[in-house]
């Protein structure tokens, strides 16, 4: 059984699958990191020389190869959801657990996070950030509550108590 964190950017996804992995003792694998690798150039410019359904593509077929797996951590993009095979994928081969955090806090994170402009590409023509966050949050929180088995708020939240949290629920 895989381990899959999706949620919008900037809830911790990335710290917490490293963190959880390290917890669980199994292999992490952050799938925006490993397209960037698999691509050999940032996203930032991939989606800008290709576009964002090339993106979705390239996405999708490496999470189809990570469900031919077992035992991973996996950190999603945020725009994992989108397609419902990946939903159907994460939820048939694992469990898919929901980061949650106000828009308010997402602004912030990405704002101090140095790697957002090479990880984190626009997702609209919006040039506020805050406008940008506020209306793909809106369009995505149904998707993530239907994908989800489980969510939690990271709002105030260490990515290690965060960590806690989520062995605590995988315990029985």
Not at 70 to 78: E, H, K, M, Q
Not at 113 to 137: C, G, K, V, W
Request: with cysteine; aromatic share 6%; net charge positive.
């Amino acid at each position: 059984m895989n381990i899959f964190l999706i949620g919008y950017r900037g809830t911790g996804k990335s710290e917490v699958g490293r963190g959880l992995a390290r917890m669980l003792k199994r292999p992490w694998l952050d799938l925006d990191e490993e397209l960037t690798h698999r691509l050999g150039t940032t996203l930032q410019a991939y989606v800008g020389r290709w576009g964002w359904p090339a993106f979705r593509t390239e996405e999708k077929s490496l999470l189809q190869e990570v469900c031919r797996r077992s035992g991973w951590v996996v950190s999603t993009g945020g725009g994992v959801v989108l397609d419902a095979d990946n939903v159907t994928a994460m939820r048939d081969c694992g469990r898919v657990i929901w980061l949650q955090a106000p828009a308010g806090t997402i602004q912030k994170r990405l704002a101090a996070d140095p790697r957002t402009r090479d990880l984190r590409p626009p997702l609209s023509a919006a040039s506020d950030p805050a406008a940008e966050i506020q209306d793909m949050l809106g369009r995505r929180l149904t998707l993530y509550r239907q994908a989800a088995h489980w969510q939690i708020d990271t709002e105030g939240l260490s990515a290690e108590q965060v960590c806690r949290r989520i062995t605590q629920w995988l315990t029985p």
